[in-house]
């Protein structure tokens, strides 16, 4: 078979050859017992040998105390962050202050 451009059929190769019917279920085996046949289920497993399981780990000890920490000093390198924070954010706010006031009086003036 080909397409209407002349090209193969893409469909062919899924297509069932011709004369290949499957042949139709005979009468006497459409009951339900030819339906479903029955299970039996899985097979039965052999036991396991003895000694099987792996040998018991002994359990590590329990975790050591962590230091203390020093609270005082936490607090005070804090402290001096947020100075060095402020300082340039200042710093850092003057010059935008310092800018815009220049671009205003270039546009006034």
Known sequence: MTTRDGGPDPDAFW????????????????GKAAEQPGYAGPPASPQPPKGWRPPMVVQPPAPRQMPAQDLHGIEAAERSARTVTYGIGMIAGAVLLIVTCLLCSRALF
Request: hydrophobic share 5%; net charge negative.
């Open 15 to 30: 297509r069932r050859p011709d004369g290949d019917e499957p042949p139709s279920p005979e009468p006497e085996k459409l």
